[in-house]
């Protein structure tokens, strides 16, 4: 170990520890006091995230559960980019890119959604898909051919990895592949070149018991090879407890429970249902208050 | 035969029309009405340089380009500025009506005296020793003029034809591809979708204006008229191409295009032909259309009914 750092370290002032010569990176991901309300001024007005704060360091699995409605998918659509949130910060590996557009922080976040229909295009071909994912960082506008031989060669081994006999289904549209194999397929571009983040939002919640097995395993395997920074929801309680290093539980948009640590080894399906439950009651015991006082000043 | 090299002739030409149309309503998937208005705008363009002198090439490449600027500002009139899509076509092809008639200084204009690409190639006729009466063809007489025109417009379509096919096939067009497919998959591996939706109207409305430019030259003059019915006219190729042909490969879908643009002018000149009076042209147009959108469906309904139900 050096007791110099490296010459592009030296820019990183703010990450330099003095005197232990040791870069601490920034987080991958760090959410600060993140709100956003949908609808506002309307009958229809949702809080769906409420001063929501999270920090991912490299190398962190972290699982989102919560009811439905709870802000699970506004929280990834919102790291993703899909729209610009009330108030709060987005930072990805210490930028701070909550103006930044979806398709350019695509260059750094992976994403497969819930529906299988969103991550691919259907009447492209299995490997014009994957060759899109593949120039996830370069400007399609600099022209060079999409599908050369040597191209093709090296997707062909990439899906081969899948173990799902696609390798040989290149030239098919995706369209016609099952809801599973199209999950895979997105698990793989989105991680085709290793993305800082990979963002999973409910991506088992559609298909049949056997795909789920498939991809849950398959989503195991790629990020635990590739050491990836995830951020995963889900309506299993299975999966939460089987996979990632950390449970958030979120309500009403916020997060209202982390489970970290020896917690979440030791974490079990009936834990999790019972914290679901005693929420529920909460919620109960909120109602019967509001109604309390409308009986009292109506 | 006269007729039918003129039909050959005139479906080239404006199979680059269809081929514009096609990219904007199943590649980008959407409706692009600035189509009426880049046909004639890359035809005033075309004309009005010819008529200044410039070689024929040069000035049709500048109706390709004319067309592109039109698509881009109707691209971005939507994308940027948030307009409807059926309204910034609209909104831009009306622009360029008053914009045609002001670059031309009135109506139309007459290319008679300049050297458009078919005089270029009459000329090369004669002087490489072509009978100025014309030729045979089967046995039957086809006039020098019609013949030169025809052979002068097969390679200029023919390479741009060509160079649409693989400019799918860069990086650009397979994410223009992708953007219409899924514009969501395509955000989601990096493409700006605004932009590059912005450029495919660009390439759309670039060929439909070098339609209109090569077209010009065919007929030997512009009129204000060419911006009338246009879009119908590439719909109508694109939907003989789709009701006849059910090609898979985006090169066999181009090809298709090409052929019912083709398809396209040889019904109405067998309608002029058995003697339909030359207003009638764009009904026996829609007539062709209805009939290409509905009879395939028909028949395979037919097909598909169980002979007990
Ligand atoms: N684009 C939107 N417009 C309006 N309301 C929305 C939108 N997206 C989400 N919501 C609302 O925000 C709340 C949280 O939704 P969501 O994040 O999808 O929940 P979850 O993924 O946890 O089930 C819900 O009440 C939902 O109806
Ligand atoms: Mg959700």
Known sequence: ???????????MSEAFVHGAAKVVPPPTLEVRDLSHTFERGTANEVRALSDVNLTLAPGD???????????????????AGAFLPDSGQILLDGEDVTRQGEFRRACHVGRVFQDPLKGTAPNLTVAENLSLALDRTRNPFVLRWALTGSRRAELRERVRTLQLGLEDRLDTRIGMLSGGERQALTLLMATLVKPSLLLLDEHTAALDPRSVEQVVK?????????????????HSMHQAVQLGDRVLMMHRGRVVREIRGREKQQLRVENLLATFDQLRSMELLDESAADMLRRLYV | MNLLFGALSMGLVLSLLGLGVYISYRILDTFDLTVDGSFAFGAVIAGVLLTRGLASFWASAAGFLAGMVAGAISGAVHRRLGVSRLLSGLLVATALYSLDLLIMGGGDISLASTRTLPTQAFDLWLRFGGPESGARIFGIEVSARTL???????????????????FFRTSLGLAMRATGDNAQMARSVGIDDARVFIAGLAVSNGLVGLSGALFAQYQGFVTIQMSVGMLVM???????????????????????VVGGSIVLRLVVALALAAGLPANTLKLVTAALMLAVLVVPDMIRRRRLTPVTG
């Open chain 1, 1 to 11: 170990m050096t007791t110099h750092p490296a010459p592009e370290a030296v820019d």
């Open chain 1, 61 to 79: 699995f972290v699982t989102v559960v919560g009811m439905n409605g709870s802000g699970k998918s506004t929280l990834l659509n919102a790291v």
């Open chain 1, 218 to 234: 398959l989503t195991e395997r790629v990020v635990s090879s590739q050491r990836l920074t995830t951020l995963m929801v889900t």
């Open chain 2, 148 to 166: 030169a025109t025809f052979l002068s417009m097969l390679p200029a379509v023919g390479t741009a034809v060509f160079l649409v096919d693989r």
């Open chain 2, 234 to 256: 590439g719909l109508a190729a694109v939907a003989i191409a789709e009701g006849v042909l059910r090609g898979r490969s985006l090169g066999a879908r181009i090809a298709g």
